[in-house]
């Protein structure tokens, strides 16, 4: 069963590689990270026994229970989608490089993230790669995240070809 596209289906994908610029600072917003989010991220996929057993992390180099840096990595990217490249018409991811994990998260840290973009590189197939530095802070405004990140973001060009081709069938 079909359902009618809900407000935000309709809004979304409005902004295309032309309209982004570089040097542009985009907030992402806060998400707050949970004891239990933590242990169910870790069971699932970063079973270590400082992300998930309590009295084995106290003999941990951390101390205590952290969460896992791909979940870490989860958080940013959930929140630029959600506050940004939801609207955005992005093809593909391309790749995720130079990640470093500068201070644990746990539980109940707020992580508030932004980015920035660095370089948009137009191609003659309709489309750009469009690499971004972000970041992650929590709430005492320490650095927990840094991350490059490339997407591909269709051109305007591209749409009016995929119209085109769309209408001939």
């Given at each position: 069963m079909t359902h009618p596209p809900s407000a935000r289906e309709q809004t979304r994908r409005t902004i295309f590689a032309e309209d982004l610029k570089t040097g542009v600072e985009y907030n992402l917003g806060t998400y707050l990270v949970t004891a239990e989010e933590i242990a169910d991220f870790a069971?699932?996929?970063?079973?270590?026994?400082?992300?998930?057993?309590?009295?084995?992390?106290r003999d941990s180099?951390?101390?205590?229970?952290?969460a896992?840096?791909?979940?870490?990595?989860?958080?940013?990217?959930?929140?630029?989608?959600?506050?940004?490249?939801?609207?955005?018409?992005?093809?593909?991811?391309?790749?995720i490089r130079d990640i470093r994990f500068r201070r644990p998260v746990t539980a109940n840290d707020r992580l508030a993230g932004r980015f920035v973009i660095d370089q948009i590189n137009t191609d003659s197939r309709g489309r750009a790669a469009v690499t971004s530095m972000g970041t992650l802070h929590n709430q005492n405004g320490q650095l927990v995240l840094e991350v490059t990140t490339e997407a591909l973001v269709q051109?305007?060009?591209?749409?009016?070809?995929?119209?085109?081709?769309?209408r001939r069938r």
């Amino acid at each position: 069963m079909t359902h009618p596209p809900s407000a935000r289906e309709q809004t979304r994908r409005t902004i295309f590689a032309e309209d982004l610029k570089t040097g542009v600072e985009y907030n992402l917003g806060t998400y707050l990270v949970t004891a239990e989010e933590i242990a169910d991220f870790a069971s699932s996929w970063d079973p270590q026994e400082f992300h998930v057993d309590h009295v084995a992390a106290r003999d941990s180099f951390f101390g205590h229970v952290v969460a896992s840096g791909i979940h870490t990595l989860a958080v940013f990217q959930k929140l630029t989608v959600e506050s940004h490249l939801w609207d955005w018409n992005v093809m593909a991811g391309r790749g995720i490089r130079d990640i470093r994990f500068r201070r644990p998260v746990t539980a109940n840290d707020r992580l508030a993230g932004r980015f920035v973009i660095d370089q948009i590189n137009t191609d003659s197939r309709g489309r750009a790669a469009v690499t971004s530095m972000g970041t992650l802070h929590n709430q005492n405004g320490q650095l927990v995240l840094e991350v490059t990140t490339e997407a591909l973001v269709q051109t305007r060009e591209y749409d009016k070809t995929r119209d085109n081709r769309s209408r001939r069938r």
